[in-house]
């Protein structure tokens, strides 16, 4: 086959499997994970069973996929952010916030049965490490110039700062989100 042929099929499937994955998201925001069904998602999809089992072959499939998307997505938009301009301090207060708003964002709408089949999913846990890992060099390089303080380890200080970001998943508002975040940065702060 012609390699533009080849791209066009290719292209063509991405753009069914997203189809796919935005429906499923969607069906299941409306009516929660217990009440979608394959044959609901193809309908609504626009294709036919048959063709949405040779993507998927059940509704948890299709969330797990889902998933796996919207955290390479979250992962691509720390490191774009960790990489913007300014030195490590100011990089880091922006990756924190970038984190804490994905997180209060991420638990606003999801009922609360796909949110714990979502979280058993191995792939959060590899983000999560990715993420700690992230944090941590950050907090490292902003130590060697001041930025942050020097007396505590990055390892335990990227733990602290997960955990305390965690909080933003309850928190009513952005503003919120953003206070925490301001709390957050001054605990990194140097003692001297």
Request: glycine letters at 4%.
């Amino acid at each position: 086959m012609p390699r533009l042929w080849n791209q066009t099929i290719e292209a063509h499937r991405r753009e069914v499997r997203d189809a796919i994955l935005d429906t499923t998201a969607a069906l299941v925001a409306d009516h929660g994970l217990l009440s979608v069904t394959m044959s609901q998602i193809a309908e609504a999809t626009g294709i036919g069973r048959a063709t949405l089992y040779k993507y998927f072959p059940d509704v948890q499939a299709i969330l797990f996929a889902w998933h796996e998307r919207q955290i390479t997505a979250h992962l691509a938009h720390l490191a774009e952010v960790r990489d913007g301009a300014g030195d490590a301090g100011a990089r880091l207060r922006t990756v924190l916030e970038a984190y804490a708003v994905l997180s209060h964002h991420r638990h606003s709408g999801h009922d609360t049965a796909l949110a714990a089949m979502l979280h058993h999913d191995e792939h959060l846990a590899h983000a999560q490490t990715q993420v700690r890992d992230m944090i941590r060099d950050l907090l490292a390089e902003a130590a060697t110039t001041g930025s942050v303080r020097d007396d505590v380890a990055p390892d335990e200080l990227a733990n602290f700062c997960l955990h305390a970001l965690a909080a933003a998943n309850n928190l009513p508002s952005d503003a919120a989100v953003h206070r925490l975040v301001m709390v957050t940065l001054a605990a990194l702060r140097p003692t001297h």
